[in-house]
């Protein structure tokens, strides 16, 4: 089984829907992070958490919220979807524990349509 | 905030030429800088990465090198075969274990065609 899981993998909705991404783990990281990929313009940082009371904005936030129910779980709302938000989002994990680096994990992404 | 720049946004090359993608960055604190491939279809995973006290790393096919003075670092991947095709990105970071500060700042990525 995969170690970070993203549902759904695609999705196409309607202007002005609320949609919800969710990304769980099972790696046991205390970092999590959302991350947006437009062609061109390549990963940008949308939200992250770095334990379970902690939720950051990143550069991209406008548009977007998180929920971090639990270590494993982490969710982006979109709560009035546009047209501008169509792009691959990915959700990804880090582990401040261990090593000496903070190498990211990557689920395989949400295709996310807005019409 | 940390600016990553990424050269070239696209590479196309012979299979077993050399391939060299180059990135810099602006803030002088950031002391880590990871390679991510990114394969058609799913996420980007690490490939290598350096540190800020080391020069040059290698592994196998693949080496980065970094020049602190001039803020810059480099891919070069030797021997080039079909399955290197992908997406790499480049990213930096101000890392310190315990710190809040470790989020990665990426490149925009370079699509790298391999041709048989």
């Known amino acids: 089984d995969a170690d970070v899981t993203q549902t759904p993998r695609n999705r196409i909705t309607k202007t002005g829907k609320r949609i919800m991404l969710e990304c769980s783990q099972t790696?046991?990281?205390?970092?999590m992070y959302w991350y947006r990929q437009d062609p061109g313009l390549g990963l940008r940082l949308i939200y992250y958490?770095?334990?379970?009371?902690?939720?950051n904005k990143g550069e991209i936030s406008d548009g977007y919220s998180v929920s971090r129910q639990a270590q494993a779980k982490f969710s982006l709302s979109l709560e009035s979807a546009i047209p501008n938000q169509t792009a691959l989002y990915f959700c990804?994990?880090?582990?401040?524990?261990?090593?000496?680096?903070?190498?990211?994990?990557f689920g395989p992404g949400t295709r996310l349509t807005v019409l | 905030g940390e600016n990553v720049e990424q050269h070239p946004s696209t590479l196309s090359v012979q299979e077993g030429d050399s391939a060299v993608i180059k990135c810099t960055y602006s803030?002088?604190?950031?002391?880590?800088f990871p390679w991510y491939k990114q394969e058609l279809g799913k996420g980007p995973q690490l490939i290598i990465d350096i540190r800020s006290n080391v020069g040059e790393k290698k592994d196998q096919r693949i080496a980065v090198t970094l020049n602190k003075t001039a803020k810059h670092f480099s891919l070069h991947i030797t021997e080039t075969q079909p399955e290197d095709s992908a997406v790499y990105f480049c990213?930096?970071?101000?890392?310190?274990?315990?710190?809040?500060?470790?989020?990665?700042?990426f490149g925009r990525g370079t699509q790298l065609t391999v041709w048989p």
């Open positions: 990804a994990t880090s582990d401040l524990g261990q090593g000496i680096t903070d190498t990211q994990y």
């Open positions: 790696k046991g990281h205390d970092r």
């Open positions: 803030d002088s604190a950031s002391n880590y």
């Open positions: 958490s770095f334990d379970v009371k902690d939720i």
């Open positions: 990213a930096a970071s101000n890392w310190d274990r315990g710190s809040t500060l470790g989020r990665l700042y």
